[in-house]
């Protein structure tokens, strides 16, 4: 680790005025991807902005069909909170799964989303869910979020307050995590919106998450489960290391989405 | 004696002594001491697998901010810090004699792995310390690395020491290769497997550290560091460095995990004691883990084609092996040793196997160093001894435990003398067998099989019947020192050091066994320089057999040291005074004194010793799995384990040694491996976002048993068990899943069975059909 500043932000504002002076500053949620970067000097920042005690990134609301999540509301909070389990229970035995307790009881819901990293759990559920992501700029939907490895249409300064997720009719997650860090290898999340099926894919993707259209159709056409089985998954644009070749994680997103297909059937 | 004895012991589970200590947070690891002035090292090391040092450029660390000094290669060679880390006395094949390679304190010539030491910075602080390691140029000229052991010895490889032609340090033969030549040509049946034991990384909880001071009066150094025995890392420093051993002090408290890796004398220490004599000051340094990937000692690495012999009835006639041992780019100390001496000393395994013989080869590529790791050798052998045993009963359409039967040892053949010169003392197979079979229900197997089929599922159901070698060691004998404190409590003094094993609950329990007092007035105290010890280090499962029976034999001494004592105070003849539950008795009146009472007035002590030979823990381990074919995920559906460790002291201990065992075993059948790539020799699985370590959930439900026979070495009839859960898992497991995969058409896999490698399998047999 190189020497940095740490400043406790006090508010949403103060967080980021101090963000809008000094371009090198970084923003601290849960810390548990910012710090291990850190500690192998793979990041520099000058300043860490720790935004884990502002007032205005908490709390979990459920209100007219829509449930908001604070982006500092951490994995654990999520998993256990009764408003998510009633609303989107998805989301929260999603939650329930990611890492381990230590990193349940640290990583926020907004550092998953703004770091979007390829693996990660929680970008499948913003995107299936067409959630709206909420800044203290503006509000980005899902579809326009997302914009590739780590790539977010986040700009600098701009802050991830709280996220609105529309209440689906039903919702599912299916998740193989990798043999070694527990991410997902393939992370299948499929919402049944009422106006449509929309199946978002985590973990498989070269490019990061992303909607499987074929998959939302063949859903949208037929509830039933082997809607799935007769879909071919492309292996191209899948990701590939020593743990899951190419077809191999086509493999997964095919039975995960099976799986996930199967559990929003109810069976 | 009654073989089928199985003995109870009394105060069978007993908790802990050192818990409250340890998950309470107050105990002291190697990076919890600290000295006043002390300074903090890091280490530079190499990002390449294989390449000459041009230069080393350190004038602007030098210059940099906190920093005291920086030492190269150069620093190394000036100490004499060079000598080969490992020595190996014995000829080999041909009377060849070893080849043992320097291995300079930091590398002066060429880096020979990822991670080997280019140079230290020493300064104020660990921070300033690792500014100025970036402020280092090394100019290299990269050489071609080799990776694979084979590779390495076909003749057209890099040449890592020019002193090693070939990359080959040794070659053994063993056993009568004419005799199974013989035995082979007559053999109804062949069955040849390659089977290879990935080279996995082993991962104490506790990361590496030292704390080095120099204390100039006597030119002697105190080192802090983490040991599995004082005695074996004196000795280790001693041979390297040159400084006598009466003058290194090595302190150590909780050593948190050891594996073997914890036995080794690293060059970090040795390169730490240049620099703390240099400056004066007391040297910090606590390892990364990214550095513990790299440059503890990594284990197996062990690359064998097995072949069993059979006549038409299943009798085995003859087992012959080639066994390459890959041990990175340079030798630790018990490095080569344990690859060639173990396997030869099990080399039959359970079996009478007529004609028995093997070739050894030991050589270097461009990885990390490897040595023993938990088993050293014997989980290997066992390994392919069961998994050729398992395929040959598949082959020839017999049950797996029917071949056993038909070949075991069987009980009265003990005292039994293998062909390879071994004496196994005494052991009961055949009931090992029928329990682990009985407890696992192995019987309803077939219909367990049918219903995980009909969930789509694949169910195997394997296992392995191992025996190992413990006991012994290198040191002439063992011993314990007992002192009596005026209240009546004592201390007991062992070089050996536990690293998790328990020794102070076992040691206790077994000399409060001896003198009829409680456990928890006997304190343990390991590693003590002031009180200087013969003794070995713990490992190689030895320690009870070593250490713990002199515990037994300290206090029967002390006993007799204390009785002409007692007698005089109590005013008769010794032999007028009995001893029980730590109080003398006078025969004549019903007068007492107690131990306490006579330490008050005298000092109180008593060394007890011992030298022990191999004893022969035993076992069967019975897996039962449960493949998901979509995914190639295999969940472990049941794990029994029935153990012939000789007397149990402690079954909370034992159970728990076993459960840390079985789960290494698991980690290296699911997903332990430490891949290097093939042609830049670089670490791919530099961390644990790529090392699969298991994980607790994974492995529950585990069902311990023991069928004891009394060992004859130890006269507490003990045997040792710390490694045996390694030795009969990778067997068992394997066997598990072969089980399950050969219905498929899957031919033998080499471990690890992770799921891509299990579904590409699955996939490729369902393209063949």
Redesign the interface.
């Known amino acids: 680790m190189y020497a940095f500043q740490y400043h406790k932000a006090k508010s949403l504002k103060d967080a980021t005025d101090r963000l809008g002076k000094d371009d090198e500053a970084r923003p601290l949620a849960g810390g548990m991807t910012l710090l291990p970067t850190i500690k192998q000097r793979l990041a520099r920042p000058t300043c860490l902005v720790d935004i884990g005690g502002i007032a205005e990134l908490a709390g979990i609301e459920s209100q007219g069909g829509v449930l908001t999540i604070g982006a500092g509301t951490r994995h654990a909070e999520v998993a256990a909170s009764g408003a998510v389990k009633e609303a989107i229970p998805a989301l929260a035995s999603l939650a329930s799964n990611i890492g381990d307790p230590q990193v349940r009881n640290r990583g926020t819901l907004g550092g998953s989303v703004a770091n979007n990293d390829p693996a990660a759990d929680y970008p499948s559920a913003v995107l299936a869910l067409n959630a709206k992501v909420i800044t203290n700029k503006r509000e980005i939907t899902a579809d326009d979020f997302f914009q590739g490895l780590f790539a977010t249409a986040l700009e600098p300064g701009e802050l991830i307050v709280k996220i609105a997720f529309p209440m689906p009719n039903k919702a599912a997650y299916a998740k193989f995590p990798h043999p070694a860090s527990g991410y997902a290898m393939a992370g299948v999340f499929i919402a049944d919106t009422g106006p449509g099926v929309r199946v978002a894919v985590t973990g498989a993707g070269a490019s990061g998450v992303y909607r499987w259209r074929e998959a939302e159709e063949a859903l949208g056409k037929s509830a039933k489960v082997d809607a799935i089985a007769k879909l071919a998954v492309a292996a191209d644009d899948l990701n590939e290391d020593m743990h899951g070749t190419r077809e191999y994680r086509a493999q997964l997103v095919k039975v995960m989405a099976g799986r996930a297909a199967a559990a929003l059937a109810g069976k | 004696m009654d073989h089928h004895h199985t003995f109870e012991v009394s105060g069978a589970h007993v908790s802990r002594l050192e818990d409250y200590r340890l998950i309470t947070g107050t105990g002291c690891y190697a990076s919890d001491w600290n000295l006043p002035e002390q300074v903090h090292a890091c280490f530079l090391r190499a990002d390449r697998a294989h390449a000459k040092i041009v230069k080393v450029d350190v004038a602007a660390a030098r210059k940099a901010k906190g920093v005291l000094g920086v030492y190269t290669g150069e620093d190394a060679v000036k100490a004499g810090y060079v000598k080969p880390m490992s020595f190996l006395t014995f000829e080999g094949k041909g009377g060849m004699k070893a080849r043992l390679p320097s291995r300079a304190a930091l590398a002066n010539d060429k880096v020979r792995f990822v991670g080997d030491m280019v140079a230290m910075v020493v300064a104020e602080t660990a921070?300033q310390a690792?500014?100025a390691l970036e402020l280092i140029e090394v100019e290299y000229e990269d050489l071609p690395a080799v990776i694979s052991p084979e590779e390495a010895v076909s003749g057209k490889a890099p040449q890592l020491h020019d002193d090693v032609p070939d990359n080959l340090v040794f070659e053994q033969e063993a056993g009568d290769a004419a005799a199974v030549e013989a035995a082979f040509a007559r053999a109804a049946h062949v069955t040849k497997l390659k089977l290879d034991c990935t080279r996995v990384i082993p991962h104490p909880m506790e990361p590496r550290a030292c704390l080095v001071a120099h204390d100039a009066a006597n030119d002697g150094y105190t080192l802090h560091v983490p040991v599995q025995g004082i005695n074996m890392m004196k000795m280790q420093l001693s041979a390297y460095t040159g400084v006598p051993q009466e003058k290194l002090r090595i302190m150590a408290r909780e050593v948190g995990g050891g594996f073997g890796q914890r036995s080794i004398a690293y060059p970090e220490y040795a390169a730490a004691m240049i620099a703390a004599k240099a400056l004066k000051r007391p040297i910090k340094w606590i390892s990364t883990r990214?550095e513990s990937f790299m440059s503890d000692s990594h284990g197996r690495a062990a690359y064998i084609t097995g072949e069993l012999a059979l006549d038409k009835d299943g009798k085995f006639l003859a087992m012959r092996i080639d066994w390459i041992a890959d041990l990175g780019a340079y030798l630790h100390p018990a490095g080569p040793v344990s690859p060639m001496r173990n396997p030869v000393v099990c080399l039959t395994g359970v079996y009478k196997i007529p004609a028995l013989c093997g070739r050894w080869r030991v050589v270097l590529t461009n990885a990390g160093p490897v040595s023993a790791y938990r088993g050293a050798a014997r989980p290997e052998m066992a390994y392919t001894i069961e998994r050729l045993v398992d395929e040959a009963a598949a082959q020839m359409k017999i049950d797996p435990a029917e071949l056993r039967r038909r070949n075991f040892i069987p009980p009265e053949a003990f005292p039994y003398k293998t062909p390879t010169g071994s004496t196994y003392d005494i052991a009961d197979f055949p009931a090992v067998l029928k329990k682990a079979l009985e407890k696992s229900d192995a019987q309803g197997f077939e219909k367990r099989r049918a219903a995980s089929q009909k969930k789509g599922k694949l169910r195997g159901l394997g296992f392995a019947t191992v025996i190992e070698n413990s006991g012994a060691g290198m040191f002439p004998k063992d011993e314990i020192l007992l002192e009596v404190a005026a209240d009546g409590n004592l201390t007991a003094y062992s070089v050996s050091h536990s690293q998790g094993q328990g020794h102070e609950t076992t040691f206790a329990q077994i000399i409060g066994d001896a003198l009829g007092i409680k456990a928890e007035r006997i304190k343990l105290r390991q590693a003590v320089n002031e009180k200087p010890l013969m003794g070995n280090h713990t490992g190689g499962s030895r320690t009870i057999v070593g250490a713990g029976t002199v515990c037994h034999l300290a206090a029967k001494k002390l006993i007799e040291v204390a009785t002409p004592l007692a007698a005089e105070m109590l005013g008769v003849e010794p032999s007028q005074v009995a001893y029980a539950n730590g109080e003398f008795q006078s025969k004549e009146s019903s007068k007492k004194v107690s131990l306490g009472d006579i330490a008050a007035k005298k000092l109180l002590s008593a060394t007890g010793e011992g030298k022990f030979g191999s004893t022969f823990p035993n076992g069967c381990h019975v897996a039962e799995i449960e493949i998901d074919p979509?995914?190639?995920v295999t969940d472990l559906q049941s794990y029994v384990t029935v153990d012939d460790c000789g007397t149990v002291i402690n079954h909370t201990i034992v159970e728990g040694q076993m459960h840390g065992a079985v789960a290494q075993g698991w980690g290296q059948i699911?997903?332990e491996n430490a891949?290097y790539d093939s042609e830049t020799g670089q670490l791919?699985?530099g961390s644990?976002?790529?090392?699969?370590?298991p994980k607790a959930g994974w492995i529950n439900d585990m069902k311990i048993y023991d069928h004891a026979t009394f060992g004859t070495i130890s006269p507490l009839g003990v045997k040792g068990m710390g490694e045996s859960g390694c030795t009969a898992s990778l067997g068992a497991l394997a066997n598990a899943m072969m089980n399950a995969l050969r219905p498929e058409g899957v031919a033998p896999m080499n471990m690890p069975y992770?799921?891509?490698k299990v579904?590409?399998a699955l996939s490729a047999a369902k393209k063949g059909k």
């Not at chain 2, 644990?688 to 370590?693: I, L, P, R, V």
């Open positions: 921070l690792q500014d990214s979509e995914t190639g699911f997903g891949v791919m699985t644990f976002m790529d090392y699969a370590m992770t799921a891509l579904w590409q």
